[in-house]
């Protein structure tokens, strides 16, 4: 199997990059057309305007309607091929850059994607996903491509909900796990090959600086400033493991949230806090020594991530519906199965129930 990595053709980070977005963009097109929701635009709108006024390029924007669906990229699709646009900019959260990577792809124009918030490592991925107007999931539309560019500001994300940031974390915490598992098993990753030894690196490097700088992180963005751990935070959330799970690939974590998702109870979390705990899991599945399952739970208990089913919102533990949630994480085509290890109901049900016990302790 040969060995791949992708990732964005350009990363920018900074506080205060989006005064001057239009500098990054102009060597990718001349006409953009740049969507954000209501608050979004509201929020940045002037300062994006501003900066391609100062550049002497022209920008079209337009209102994101909320969902990332069939009928709003076929809408957006016919506005850049009315206006000529030549380039997409998407800024604000994941249904608003997934809908621009969406009509980027099928406009063939380059796609730039600005996030405001770090809450998933979605935006550096060659993967969107489509769900109906109503807003129940669809389908996944893969891309031949990574986005041409993203740009981070670190003063906007800075400026949300701490919960999003940490959130981010929790999603960012299964990335050495899982590639960790899926460079033993040898099983092929999204990127459509063996894991390279970059991948893994940048995976390792993604949960150092978890444990390093994110409780400082934290606690500045409470206190509404970005410091050199919010950037460097913000860094691990999106690229370090954006990179870090699409090219060393996906394990148990992302299996078990997807499994988590049958309990009602936890509908309310955010990806990464479900992930979290799919990580705590997925440590007792391969029997991980107790210092290294202590210290992800000291790091959750640090940052506010859950380590147990009562922090997720379940108030009694019901056997039954656990093992739905069980046979969820181990239904065919899950990333559990890149375990290095035959895997099964009977035991993810066994070790969510421990992981839940050792994550009250």
Do not use: W
Request: glycine share 8%; hydrophobic share 45%; aromatic share 6%.
């Amino acid at each position: 199997m040969d060995k791949i990595i992708i990732s964005p053709s350009k990363y920018v980070q900074g506080e205060n990059v989006l005064g001057s977005i239009a500098s990054y963009v102009k060597a990718l097109g001349a006409n953009p057309l740049a969507i954000a929701d209501e608050f979004v635009t509201g929020l940045v709108g002037d300062t994006v305007k501003e900066s391609f006024s100062k550049e002497d390029m022209p920008l079209a924007m337009d209102v994101f309607n909320g969902e990332c669906s069939r009928v709003e990229i076929d809408r957006l699709t016919d506005i850049c091929a009315t206006q000529k646009n030549d380039v997409i900019i998407g800024i604000g959260g994941g249904k608003t850059l997934d809908t621009a990577k969406s009509v980027a792809f099928y406009t063939k124009i380059p796609v730039v994607v600005v996030p405001t918030i770090a809450s998933t490592d979605a935006p550096t991925s060659a993967l969107a996903v489509i769900y109906t107007p109503e807003g129940e999931f669809a389908e996944y539309l893969l891309f031949p491509k990574n986005p041409d560019m993203v740009v981070m500001d670190t003063k906007v994300i800075a400026g949300a909900p701490v919960r999003l940031l940490v959130a981010g974390m929790g999603d960012a915490l299964s990335t050495y796990f899982e590639a960790r598992a899926n460079m033993t098993s040898g099983k092929a990753t999204m990127a459509g090959g063996a894991p390279t030894r970059s991948a893994q690196a940048l995976a390792k490097l993604c949960y150092e600086t978890l444990l390093e700088d994110g409780l400082k992180a934290k606690v500045a963005v409470e206190n509404g400033v970005s410091t050199t751990a919010v950037e460097n935070i913000i860094e691990a959330n999106t690229y370090l493991s954006g990179i870090g799970f699409e090219s060393s690939g996906l394990a148990a974590a992302h299996a078990i949230h997807n499994g988590l998702t049958k309990l009602e109870e936890c509908h309310h979390l955010y990806h990464g806090e479900k992930v979290a705990f799919g990580t705590l899991v997925q440590l007792v599945l391969e029997n991980a020594p107790m210092e290294e399952i202590n210290t992800v739970i000291n790091f959750c208990r640090e940052v506010g991530l859950p380590t147990n089913l009562f922090e997720m919102g379940v108030k009694e533990i019901n056997k039954d519906k656990l093992f739905e949630v069980a046979e969820g994480a181990t239904a065919e085509g899950e990333t559990i199965h890149n375990m290095p290890f035959p895997v099964t109901a009977d035991s993810v049900f066994a070790a969510v129930l421990t992981a839940h016990q050792l994550g009250q302790k």
